[in-house]
């Protein structure tokens, strides 16, 4: 039987402040793909808000976890700054650590349908509405019930 091992990753800002704007989210999903892929794996699903990254990981055994995080926000940042895509007053920066949590299969459309709507959850952090992983498109403010 094949082993299956799907992973929810995220991980913040320097403090929390609001370095991800529209280029630096767009760079992010082109990005972020690739450099997973360098290591075996795959993006399911991605959320970018203004302050935080989720992703949702299709992980090959022994995948290197700490090797691939330190790739994702090292790299990105790195790439990002150095390029211009994130502003020379507000350097796209990341906090230390992450949260990495596994995902049943049973709960992985349940937890896709969670990353993909990070901007309804945090409609104050909004930047784009992600359609699918590697597609983003401009989207209308939607309404916040309370």
Not at 64 to 75: I, R, S, T, Y
Request: charged share 25%.
């Amino acid at each position: 039987m094949p082993v299956i091992l799907y992973a929810h990753l995220t991980w913040t800002t320097l403090r929390r402040a609001s370095l991800v704007d529209a280029a630096v989210a767009d760079f992010l999903h082109r990005f972020l793909p690739s450099q997973v892929e360098r290591f075996g794996a795959r993006v399911v699903e991605i959320g970018v808000v203004r302050d935080h990254v989720h992703l949702l990981l299709d992980l090959p055994v022994g995948c290197p976890v700490a090797q691939l995080v330190q790739q994702l926000k090292g790299a990105s940042a790195r790439v990002a700054n150095r390029d211009g895509i994130a502003s020379l007053e507000r350097p796209l920066r990341w906090d230390r650590g992450y949260d990495l949590r596994s995902v049943s299969p049973r709960t992985l459309a349940t937890t896709a349908d969670y990353v993909r709507r990070q901007d309804e959850r945090h409609p104050l952090s909004r930047i784009r509405h992600v359609r699918a992983v590697g597609e983003v498109a401009d989207a209308p403010p939607r309404a916040v019930e309370p």
